[in-house]
């Protein structure tokens, strides 16, 4: 869609504000709805438009599939090593009070942490389910 | 059901009128003989279902069935019938109206049974009584953020996020092993054309 001029420039005011949203959502879930599930989708979303409008090959310039890849591990490494964490300061899988003193705060870094491997998780692997379908047959490289 | 007809608030109308819009869509997807049709109107009633959670108070449920089911889940739909061919053949249309049998008796038996459920917000309704008040209650004190929908998702079943973020994770992981990139061919050329785009037209346009 190379050719769209109007939606090449609606794109590019809108993708910052999707951006700003995701993130909003991501920080912000545990004061307003949403979460790191929620985020992550809509960063993707993001991304996705912008592959569709100018070309997944620039896009894959800004976000190589190599790192792709690896921040989807990231994100589930994360989620994971917090439980582990948890278990090493001596309590359950995933109980996040032994992660500080106070235990509202403890459970609050503890939920802050984890959004975020979700947020990583769900953005990266919706990016591999487009990346992989649009470019089948052709390299993932930009 | 009656509840629902006598105070005609917003919300309660649009919740008559939505989930009719949706039975509409609903049909029109069974019928459509053209798969991009039918991947459009996917797109719509995934629109619609993200009002009725609106309506229903469930934002962050409609947040994600904008985002996943009339956002990305469009767009791989459409991905992948780039990759199979617009023109895969419809089933016959005998099959579409068995089909649509099949689906419309349930409905039906689902529609008398909807009498019976609590009303929309009810007090006394059992899904309120057990578990959420004890939730709303703890989670002030235990967790300290005024976002009960994140505290029990991620606190107090964290281990169930866990296995979605997981299971994510698997979704992705096995989509690039059966589909993904085979090792890169030594001095493989590099494509420019995208596979969404269309091809791009030789100045042949009438204006």
Not at chain 2, 10 to 38: G, H, K, Q
Not at chain 2, 65 to 85: F, N, Q, R
Not at chain 2, 160 to 166: A, L, N
């Amino acid at each position: 869609m190379t050719d769209q001029v109007v939606l090449r420039i609606v794109i590019k005011f809108l993708l910052p504000y999707i951006f700003l949203y995701g993130l909003y959502v991501q920080f912000h879930g545990e004061y307003s709805p949403g979460g790191g599930f929620q985020a992550g989708v809509i960063i993707a979303t993001g991304m996705i438009l912008y592959s569709l409008i100018y070309g997944s090959s620039l896009a894959l310039k800004v976000l190589p599939f190599s790192l792709i890849q690896r921040l989807a591990a990231l994100g589930v490494l994360i989620y994971g090593g917090v439980g582990v964490a948890a278990m090493l300061k001596g309590g359950n899988f995933l109980d996040y009070s032994q992660l500080a003193g106070v235990q509202t705060t403890a459970q609050q870094i503890g939920i802050v942490l984890i959004e975020l491997g979700v947020g990583l998780t769900v953005t990266c692997a919706m990016l591999v389910l487009f990346f992989t379908l649009t470019r089948r047959g052709r390299s993932l490289r930009p | 059901m009656n509840e629902i007809f006598f105070q005609a608030g917003t919300a309660e109308l649009a919740l008559l009128a939505l989930p009719a819009f949706l039975v509409v869509t609903a049909t029109a997807i069974v019928f459509s003989r053209d798969l991009l049709v039918c991947t459009a109107h996917l797109t719509i009633f995934s629109l619609v279902m993200a009002v009725i959670y609106l309506v229903l108070a469930a934002p962050d449920v409609a947040m994600t069935e904008a985002a996943v089911g009339a956002g990305v889940s469009t767009v791989l739909i459409l991905a992948a019938l780039v990759l199979v061919g617009r023109d895969t053949e419809a089933v016959s249309p005998r099959w579409q109206r068995i089909g649509f049998i099949v689906m419309a008796v349930p409905f039906v038996i689902l529609c008398f049974v909807a009498g019976d459920l609590p009303a929309l917000g009810d007090p006394a309704a059992p899904s309120t009584q057990y578990l959420a008040p004890d939730f709303l209650q703890r989670s002030e004190a235990e967790i300290g953020i005024p976002n009960v929908v994140t505290s029990i998702l991620a606190s107090y079943r964290g281990f169930d996020t866990f296995g979605e973020v997981s299971v994510v994770f698997t979704a992705a992981m096995a989509l690039m092993l059966l589909l993904g990139p085979k090792a890169p061919a030594p001095g493989a050329g590099r494509e420019k054309k995208d596979a969404l785009a269309p091809p791009v037209r030789k100045e042949a346009s009438h204006d």
